[in-house]
């Protein structure tokens, strides 16, 4: 391992990123527009909607502050794969992709799982962790245009169809 790259900052995905970063000796990359909420985790309350749920994820869930060592952007090389801008469920929310096999790490873009009853499935993220759906739309419909061979999310199984992708992509609202 060489560094900790988060595509976006939620407790979920920062909880542990100080104690991984300290145990591993190495650097923390988060997307630039994240920054902020990675070096000072109370910040992520205040992008959130309100909702009794982030109430208890943001509890239980959240970890300590930690420098960011690289601000990710669009066009960055993190590991042969590129940086791609996919704000809405996060400001600073970005997608990895690797064109030469067609591989997508997308996040929490889509979730491959309800997170609250872990029934499988491809769908958009609850909307009380994502304070722009609409903005999140445009990103999973970006995403969809690539034609990925394998999509690999923050939640729920790799998805080897990309037929599913874009159906659902096709069936948003906006």
Not at 29 to 50: F, G, H, N, T
Not at 72 to 98: N, Q
Not at 133 to 149: V, W
Request: glycine letters at 8%; hydrophobic letters at 35%; aromatic letters at 6%.
């Amino acid at each position: 391992m060489r560094a900790h790259a988060l595509t976006h900052v939620h407790p979920d995905h920062q909880g542990a990123s100080a104690r991984v970063c300290r145990a591993y000796g190495i650097p923390f990359w988060v997307p630039e527009r994240d920054v902020a909420k990675a070096e000072d985790p109370q910040l992520m309350r205040s992008e959130q909607p309100s909702h009794p749920i982030n109430t208890v994820f943001f509890k239980v869930m959240t970890g300590p502050p930690h420098h960011v060592d690289r601000a990710l952007k669009e066009g960055d090389d993190v590991a042969g794969f590129t940086v791609l801008d996919t704000p809405g469920h996060s400001i600073g929310h970005v997608s990895y992709w690797r064109e030469s096999d067609r591989v997508l790490v997308l996040g929490d873009v889509l979730n491959n799982m309800d997170v609250i009853t872990m029934v499988p499935g491809l769908r958009e993220p609850k909307p009380f962790f994502t304070p722009d759906p609409a903005e999140n739309r445009r990103s999973i419909r970006r995403l969809a245009e690539l034609e990925p061979a394998l999509v690999l999310f923050g939640h729920g199984a790799p998805l080897r169809d990309h037929g599913k992708l874009s159906e659902l992509a096709e069936s948003l609202p906006g």
